[in-house]
């Protein structure tokens, strides 16, 4: 919903400050920022004060976050998902871990290219691993935008003796030098806190990279230099 059609709220919110209106499509509340910051238009002006306007979407210059804890999260339909060959729920939840991967492909900056790229990672992991899905939870690109892999519950095919009990969270690239833009980076961790948020991560998780639980160098030296600062590490 753009803004011209969010417009048409207005009438019905007059009076009714940002963090207290729970938008009736999102279902959360929103946040008062610069117009030209709030994705896709998302927003409601009469709830703020001069320039800003209440968003319902990312915050694409300052956290990275969608209000309400999640980020967008572009759904298998949306980013053109092959059906699973099968599926397997996760047994328990909340999972205890949260691992953090990186793709070993070229990067991405809207959703498009993203998207390509995730169908890649699904083909390959198909077609050449014979895995009945693309591997990862969620993939992360630097439009900003999270994918849907595996999703929240069920059991991926990311860290070997540890899917029943994590779930992996993939930044698409290559980061054995650099790291992710701050966009992918914002993105990650508000998606991590979504999951804790929706009782699908444990409280008291425990972050780790790839590597820590396998011999690779996945997510990349630079990423992995960076996520051992994080919070759970």
């Known amino acids: 919903m753009h803004a011209l059609l969010l417009l048409g709220l207005v009438g019905a919110v007059l009076g009714d400050s940002c963090t207290d209106y729970n938008h009736p499509k999102f279902g959360k509340v929103g946040k008062c920022i610069s117009k030209n910051c709030c994705a896709f238009g998302t927003y409601i002006s009469s709830l703020c004060s001069g320039d800003n ?3 319902f979407a990312q915050d694409k210059c300052g956290s990275g976050s969608v209000l309400g804890g999640c980020p967008n999260i572009v759904s298998r339909s949306a980013w053109g998902a092959r059906s699973p060959s ?15 991967h990186h793709g070993e492909s070229a990067p991405c900056t809207s959703q498009s290219s993203c998207s390509a790229i995730v169908r890649s990672y699904q083909n390959y992991h198909m077609d050449t691993h014979g895995w009945s899905d693309i591997g990862y939870s969620f993939l992360i690109g630097e439009d900003g935008n999270a994918y849907e892999g ?5 059991v991926g095919a990311h860290t070997q003796g540890y899917n029943s009990v994590g779930l992996g969270f993939c930044m698409i690239g290559s980061f054995g ?3 992710p833009n701050s966009a992918a980076l914002n993105t990650v961790k508000s998606l991590i806190a979504c999951g804790v948020s929706k009782g699908k991560i444990s409280s008291s998780y425990v972050l780790r990279g790839h590597r820590d639980m396998g011999s690779t160098d996945c997510p990349g030296q630079a990423l992995y230099n960076l996520i051992r600062t994080w919070p759970h590490y």
């Open 53 to 55: 306007a209440c968003c």
């Open 86 to 100: 099968s599926v397997t729920y996760l047994s328990k939840q909340p999972v205890h871990y949260a691992f953090i």
């Open 150 to 154: 595996r999703g929240w519950d069920r």
């Open 177 to 179: 030098s650099h790291v």
